[in-house]
Antibody, heavy 119, light 110 residues
Framework: QVQLVESGAEVKKPGASVMLSCKASGYAFTSHYLHWVRQAPGQGLEWMGMLNPFGGSTTYAQKFQGRVTMTRDTSTSTVYMELSSLTSEDTAVYYC????????????WGQGTMVTVSS | QSALTQPRSVSGSPGQSVTISCTGTSSDFGGYNYVSWYQHHPGKAPKLMIYDVSKWPSGVPDRFSGSKSGNTASLAISGLQAEDEADYYCCSYAGSYTWVFGGGTKLTVL
């Protein structure tokens, strides 16, 4: 079946970087955008950026520009999201999500990865 | 971009109807009819409930319906059921391959 499987929980110190992965299966990897969305404790969903697996182009939310990098490996149908210069405010659950309906909505979501930033 | 504005909470009794609003600016909605709604139970992945303002993905009951007028989108839920209790988020395409979510609304089924 169509699914996105994310990497496991991470604990990082302030100032460090974290790289998360999202492995797609059950569909043509290059046919749908992949997005990253996060939810900090007690907060709402926040769109971080997207990657087009076909050519690798990316768009990032202004808030994260300069600090986030999204890449993909088409041989393994995996998308990566690296976030640098972590602070406690980056403590959150991070989701990857597949684009749907002309890529304008998100129909399949990963299980979420908890990232904790703490000294 | 600022988050789209949603009420923090709404409530209703089983069988009743509720509506959740989602307000933005013309730049948030970008003049596009690409508003989607997500149901989010704590500890689970969000679920797509409505896309392109008013369309249903496969498997979503038609008790859920969406609409948009000007810079306000709405999600209506009729025949409330206990399992509808969750957080609901609107999301809009904002142009230039960017998206923005609403702040979220907690639905309580009394």
């Amino acid at each position: 079946q169509v699914q996105l499987v994310e990497s496991g929980a991470e604990v990082k110190k302030p100032g460090a970087s974290v790289m998360l992965s999202c492995k797609a299966s059950g569909y043509a990897f290059t046919s749908h955008y992949l997005h990253w969305v996060r939810q900090a404790p007690g907060q709402g969903l926040e769109w971080m950026g997207m990657l087009n697996p076909f050519g690798g182009s990316t768009t990032y939310a202004q808030k994260f520009q300069g600090r986030v990098t999204m890449t993909r490996d088409t041989s393994t149908s995996t998308v990566y999201m690296e976030l640098s210069s972590l602070t406690s405010e980056d403590t959150a659950v991070y989701y990857c999500a597949r684009g749907f309906s002309g890529e304008m909505a998100f129909d399949i979501w990963g299980q979420g990865t908890m990232v904790t930033v703490s000294s | 971009q600022s988050a789209l504005t949603q009420p923090r909470s709404v409530s209703g009794s089983p069988g009743q109807s509720v509506t959740i609003s989602c307000t933005g600016t013309s730049s948030d909605f970008g003049g596009y009819n690409y508003v989607s709604w997500y149901q989010h139970h704590p500890g689970k992945a969000p679920k797509l409930m409505i896309y392109d303002v008013s369309k249903w993905p496969s498997g979503v009951p038609d008790r859920f319906s969406g609409s948009k007028s000007g810079n306000t989108a709405s999600l209506a839920i009729s025949g409330l059921q206990a399992e509808d209790e969750a957080d609901y988020y609107c999301c809009s395409y904002a142009g230039s391959y960017t998206w923005v979510f609403g702040g979220g609304t907690k639905l309580t089924v009394l």
